[in-house]
């Protein structure tokens, strides 16, 4: 499993677009990028999912460069419930089951 | 919705207890995981299931023990607990099959489990 080097915390206030990076050097071929977001005392939520270029949907857009060692998730125009935990995965996607690493996760605190 | 649900939200066991952690999902999913989060650390696997009566380990099962005897139903047994094993343990569910071609983990509100 591919390892990945998030911040550990960013700082935005509402209304502004937060952009966190991870890196993950060590990609494989079949691995997809996903990313989770946990607020407190819950489980994580999945946000968006993607291999290459650019993924968006109703929360989030995912940039994925052509060499794929690194990913921008990308949350438009921040509100105070945006504060949460965000995680970057790498892994490869199985019908025999999807094995998560969770990392440290990114702290991004959307202040008024 | 897809709901998950877990047996207890706040334990309290002593050292030695055998624990029992209950994990319920309702939407007829053929994953379901275990993990358990601390601080600095991140999520850890446990131990996982991709069907009935099959297990497999994660990255941490050392200590633990897990059941699947319905599809619905996956089980985190503590044999001996420690103190060592006080922590959230969040449960997930996913299938390998979504239409839209993702593997998303939907997980439980998890339970603090916490040993004296």
């Known amino acids: 499993l591919a390892k990945t080097t998030q911040p550990i915390s960013m700082d935005s206030y509402e209304g502004q677009e937060v952009n966190i990076t991870c890196s993950h050097n060590?990609?494989?071929?079949?691995?997809?990028i996903t990313w989770y977001q946990q607020f407190p005392s819950q489980g994580p939520r999945f946000i968006i999912q993607?291999?290459?270029t650019k993924v968006t949907n109703e929360v989030a857009s995912l940039f994925i460069p052509a060499d794929r060692k690194s990913s921008t998730l990308s949350l438009p125009r921040v509100s105070l419930s945006d504060t949460a935990v965000y995680y970057c995965?790498?892994?490869?996607?199985?019908?025999?089951?999807?094995?998560?690493?969770f990392g440290g996760g990114t702290r991004v605190l959307v202040k008024p | 919705d897809v709901k998950v649900t877990q047996s207890s939200r706040y334990l309290v066991k002593r050292t030695g207890e055998k624990v029992f952690l209950e994990c319920v999902q309702d939407m007829d999913h053929e994953n379901m995981f275990w993990y358990r989060q601390d601080p600095g650390l991140g999520l850890r696997l446990i131990y996982f299931?991709?069907?009935?009566?099959?297990?497999e380990k994660g990255d941490i099962p050392e200590g633990y023990s897990v059941s699947r005897e319905k599809k619905e139903r996956f089980s985190l047994i503590l044999e001996s607990a420690s103190t060592n094993q006080t922590s959230m343990y969040l449960c997930?569910?996913?299938?390998?099959?979504?239409?839209?071609?993702?593997?998303?983990?939907?997980f439980g509100p998890g339970t603090r489990l916490t040993v004296l």
């Open positions: 299931s991709y069907d009935v009566k099959m297990k």
């Open positions: 993607g291999y290459k």
């Open positions: 060590n990609i494989a071929t079949n691995d997809y």
């Open positions: 995965l790498v892994g490869e996607r199985s019908a025999a089951g999807n094995k998560l690493t």
């Open positions: 997930a569910s996913s299938s390998p099959f979504r239409l839209d071609g993702t593997d998303t983990q939907y």
